[in-house]
């Protein structure tokens, strides 16, 4: 492909749009905090932040992470049509050939990147961006197993970094638990507001297939699961200060669940989507007062 042609096949606003940065850097940002925090230094007692494996590690993760943004463009665009008209990238601002090819080096690149790091990170880096695809192009389209993967890979960024160190420390399963939960309420919520373009084209998630009210039943059960495995984790560390932390963002979270309740438009659910997001950036943050 020339230049001319790659040219005019990408722009640098849709490359902006499709590749989600803010999303990115938060990515970014929680493998960083949880390395510096709760991993704190390498196995031979290297400052973690001086070891440069583990900026290779997080750019591998972020790649596959932008990579992952990409092929859910690409395989969701007629229903982006239909649920976010204005928001179509694919097509539009980037040839569709375009988001297969930088899909594909964006992977590749990462798993090259793992390789450097470790073997391992390497084989999780590749199952990673294999279950990206799959996600895209069939389990998001099925009741829940969807939602459970983005959800899973979301935990698993956390764990990586304690993962690649050897340092299976409860902290960092407590973070990965709560980023594992929160990230599972907020694809249902995205559900729930995506219900118009996925009935159309034939989806079956969570809220087509047990309706609008189970669905909501669904979240409340899975918020009760969060709460609970949160606070048994908390009582095993018997952190103080992680203890309060995690009491007051507690009260938070219960009137994000309130207003999950009182939730019956798709602004609403826009909404709860960006509320759930400021959620995990908070408790990312908690990782500095330990």
């Known amino acids: 492909m020339n230049t001319k042609s790659m040219e005019r096949s990408i722009s640098i606003s849709g490359l902006f749009r499709i590749s989600r940065p803010v999303n990115l850097l938060m990515v970014a940002f929680a493998q960083l905090m949880t390395a510096y925090f709760l991993v704190e230094t390498t196995p031979v007692g290297l400052p973690v932040l001086q070891d ?8 591998s993760t972020v790649m596959i992470t932008a990579a992952g943004y990409m092929i859910n463009d690409y395989y969701d665009v007629k229903i982006d049509y239909v649920n976010r008209p204005h928001e179509v990238v694919v097509g539009k601002s980037i040839k569709r050939r375009m988001v297969i090819f930088l899909h594909t080096i964006l992977n590749f690149s990462a798993i090259g990147l793992g390789y450097l790091v470790s073997p391992r990170i390497a084989v999780v880096n ?28 979301t935990g698993l960024s956390i764990y990586l970094v304690a993962y690649f160190y050897q340092k299976s420390e409860l902290l960092v399963l407590t973070y990965s638990i709560f980023a594992f939960f929160l990230n599972l309420i907020r694809e249902i919520i995205k559900d729930i507001e995506d219900r ?42 018997n952190n103080p200060v992680l203890f309060v932390y995690f009491g007051v963002l507690g009260i938070v979270f ?33 990782m500095g007062f330990l």
Request: net charge positive; proline share 3%.
């Open 52 to 59: 440069f494996r583990l900026y290779l590690l997080v750019l």
């Open 126 to 153: 590749f199952i990673a961006a294999f279950l990206l695809w799959l996600y895209s192009n069939r389990l998001k389209r099925e009741p829940f197993i969807g939602n459970l993967t983005v959800a899973f890979l």
């Open 196 to 237: 118009p373009g996925d009935r159309k084209h034939g989806c079956r998630t969570l809220p087509i297939v047990i309706g609008f009210r189970r669905t909501k039943q669904v979240i409340f059960l899975i918020a009760f699961a969060f709460v609970c495995s949160i606070l048994i984790v908390t009582f095993k560390i």
């Open 254 to 286: 219960m009137w994000f669940m309130r207003k999950i309740y009182l939730a019956d438009r798709k602004d609403h659910f826009k909404q709860l989507s960006i509320i759930s997001k400021i959620l995990m950036l908070v408790g990312t943050l908690s």
